[in-house]
C-alpha cells in the first residue's frame, strides 16, 4: 500500500509542476519536455516503484498509450486552425507533405539499407515512423491557440501545425508498406495495387472525408439543437468524446483516424456559428488532457532511456539518429520549400523544426503488433530511442529562441527576411 501512495504522490509531483512548466520554459528559453525528461530521470533514479520499461515497452500497450495522446494532440491542432483557406498560407505545409517527407523517408530507407544493414521491410518501417513530425513534443512552435483572422499571423507556426496534424496521417501508408512487404516476404510478391488503391488512396480519401462530415454534422448539431429546442452544451470534454468517437468510427469504416480527428478540429473552427468562446473552451480541454498524458508519456520515456534502450544499438545507430535530426530533416525542409517566397531565417527555422516524437513509437510499436518478422526489432527502437532524444534536447534548447526571435521582430513585411 505504502507503494501505491509514493506512485500517486510523484504522479501528483510531476502533474503538477506541468502547470508552471511552459511559462517557465518561455521565460528560460528552453522546452518543457526537457524538464520532464529530467524528472523522469530523477523518479528512475530515486526509484520511485512504477511499471518501468524494461527496457522496452509492451508493444500492444505502448500503442495504446501513444494512440491516445496523438489523436487528443491532432484534434487540438485542428482546432488551433482559423478560417484560412488562401494558397499562400497552405502552400508550406502541403510543399512540406509531399517533397519534404518523402525525401525524407528516402533518404532513412537508403541509410537503412545500406548503411545500418537493415533488412528491406526494417528499412521501410525505419523511413516510415520518422516520417511525420510530432503534434505532441512540438506543441510550443506551434499556433498557440484558436487563431480568428483569415491569414495567419506566424506562417512559422501554421505551416508546423499544419505539417503535423497532415503528415501524421499521411505516414500510415507507408507503415502498412513495410508491413506488407515483411508479409509478402520482399519487394517481388508484393502486391503494390492493393497497398496503392486501398491502403494508400481509398483509407487516406474516407479518413479526410469522414472528419470533415463528422466535423460538420456535430458543428450543424450544436447551433440548431440550441435553435429548435434550446437544449446547449458549454462543456469543453465535448472536444474529447469528438476525439475518440471520430477515431474509432473512421477505423471501423476503413479510414484513416489520424486524418479524420485533424479534419474534424479543423471542420469545427471553419464552422463560424458556434462561438468562438466555446472553441476556446473545447481547445483549452483538449489541450490539457494532452500535456497530463504527456507527463506521464515522457517520464517513463525518461526511465527507459536510463534502463538500457539506448544500448541496444551501436554507433552507427547513433550516427543515423544524429543525421536525421541534424542533417536530413532540415535539408529535406530547405528543398521542399525551394519555391516558397519566404526569407533564408524563415526557411531554415520551418526545416529545422521538424520535432520527431510520440508519433514514431506509435507507429513502431503498431507495425510490431501487425508483423512479427521484423529484424533488428530491438534496434529499431533503440535507434528511435536516440532520434526523440536527440530531438528534444536539440530543439527543446533551440526553439524557444527561435519563435521568440521572430515573434519580437518587428519589421517582417519585407519577404526577405
Known sequence: M????LILAALGFATLIMAWLPSISKKIKISFPIILLLIGFLLFWVDIPLQWPEPLWN??????????IVIISLMGAGLKIGKVFSWSA??????????TMPLSMLSAYFIGVYFLALGIPSALLLAAILAPTDPVLAAEVQLDEPTREEEPEDKRKFTLTTEAGLNDGMAFPFTYLAVMVGQAGGWVAFNFSEWFWNKLLLKILIGIVLGILIGRFIGYLMDRLHVMTGIKTFDGFVSLSLTIMAYGLTELMHGYGFLAVFFVGIS??????ISGDYKKKMHDFIHEIERLLLVIWIILFGGSLLNGIL??????GIAFALSFVLIIRPLAGLIGLIGVKDGIRTKLAISFLGI????????????????NG???????Y????????????????????????????????????
Do not use: C
Open 356 to 371: 520527431r516524437g510520440i508519433g514514431s513509437v506509435f507507429y513502431l510499436a503498431w507495425a510490431f503488433t501487425q508483423y
Open 311 to 316: 544500448t541496444l544499438t551501436d554507433w552507427k
Open 59 to 68: 508493444d500492444l500497450d505502448l500503442m495504446y498509450f501513444s494512440e491516445m
Open 374 to 380: 521484423f529484424e533488428q526489432k530491438n534496434e529499431l
Open 90 to 99: 497552405w502552400k508550406r505545409p502541403l510543399l512540406l507533405l509531399f517533397i
Open 2 to 5: 505504502k507503494e501505491h501512495y
Open 268 to 273: 469545427l473552427r471553419y464552422y463560424e456559428k
Open 382 to 417: 533503440a535507434i528511435t530511442a536516440y532520434v526523440i532524444l536527440i530531438s528534444i534536447v536539440v530543439h527543446g534548447l533551440t526553439a524557444p529562441s527561435i519563435i521568440h526571435y521572430f515573434v519580437q521582430k518587428t519589421g517582417e513585411k519585407k519577404p526577405k527576411e
